[in-house]
């Protein structure tokens, strides 16, 4: 441990007061979790506040919409009582958002198949499953649909980990934790889940609006996330935004096409 962390142990990190026990007396969050770096301590910050609600919330909604990058920068310099634990945020706004979506449009099958394009790539291929698969027609339509509104939350989890890990090898010489990567992950991926909702309301207005929700806007995000977290100049931080935003890109899109992909065989 370097003497700078040795100098401010005694400081709560969150909101400056002095530390005389384990616990600031003033915010009531504990001395060690501004040192503590580790994933497990994301996870914990989650289940202390599993079961409670406050205003926090929205606080951090809207420092998430109107300051990219501030969460994630507030988080791991150790203000974590101030805000809503960036898991919690991820996990509240997920199953808001889905639940909207698919209540909204339960039936995938109608969405991609019946009202699709004649040049539709995926229909093809959800076609191609069904006329392989010994289910009746109806039956067909119902298990695909419910392994899709099942599993696309799931596998956004997995795109969130690729991402993350390539944070971390992106700035590797920099030695950041590996567990700030992920608050920086959570916190984008909130973002874009409220983009992915706006993309779906506007939907009926044409693609170019979805291309822009679910696109465009993440990635105009990112560039300003990225200079604000990571400290760079500005030209630099276009540099890594560009590779992260391509990246991003090939991730949402083999998320969702891999969802449709992965739902139809199953259901076949």
């Known amino acids: 441990m370097n003497d700078l962390t040795e100098n401010i142990r005694h400081i709560c990190q969150n909101c400056g007061a002095d530390l005389n026990g384990n616990y600031c007396v003033n915010c009531g969050q504990s001395g ?28 951090s909604i809207k420092y998430l919409f109107l300051k990219p990058g501030f969460l994630t920068h507030e988080y791991i310099s150790g203000r974590h009582k101030r805000y809503i634990s960036p898991l919690k945020m991820f996990l509240f706004s997920s199953f ?3 639940f909207i979506m698919i209540k909204s449009d339960p039936d995938q ?23 392989n698969s010994s ?26 980990l690729v991402f993350s890990v390539l944070l971390k090898i ?14 920086f992950t959570l916190h984008f991926f909130t973002f874009t889940l409220w983009c992915y909702l706006m993309g779906f309301i506007c939907q009926g207005l044409g693609e170019v609006f979805v291309f822009f929700w679910w696109y465009f806007v993440p990635g105009f995000y990112l560039l300003i996330a990225v200079r604000k977290v990571y400290h760079k100049t500005l030209w630099k931080a276009i540099i890594v935004s560009m590779f ?17 992909f992965l739902s139809a065989v199953r259901a076949s």
């Open 96 to 98: 808001i958002l889905f």
């Open 135 to 160: 289910k009746s027609h109806d039956l067909f339509i119902e298990e695909f649909n419910n392994k899709f509104n099942d599993n696309i939350t799931l596998y956004i989890f997995f795109i969130m």
């Open 32 to 59: 060690k979790a501004a040192f503590d770096k580790s994933v497990f301590a994301i996870i914990a910050h989650f289940f202390e506040e599993l079961f409670t609600w406050d205003s926090r919330f929205f606080q």
């Open 109 to 131: 099958y109608k969405s991609l198949v019946t009202e699709g394009g004649e040049d539709n790539f995926m229909k093809e291929l959800i076609l191609d499953e069904e006329s």
């Open 170 to 183: 992106v700035y590797l010489p920099k030695k950041y934790f590996y567990s700030e990567h992920v608050v």
């Open 244 to 260: 992260l935003t391509f990246s991003y890109w090939l991730l949402v899109t083999g998320w969702i096409f891999g969802t449709i």
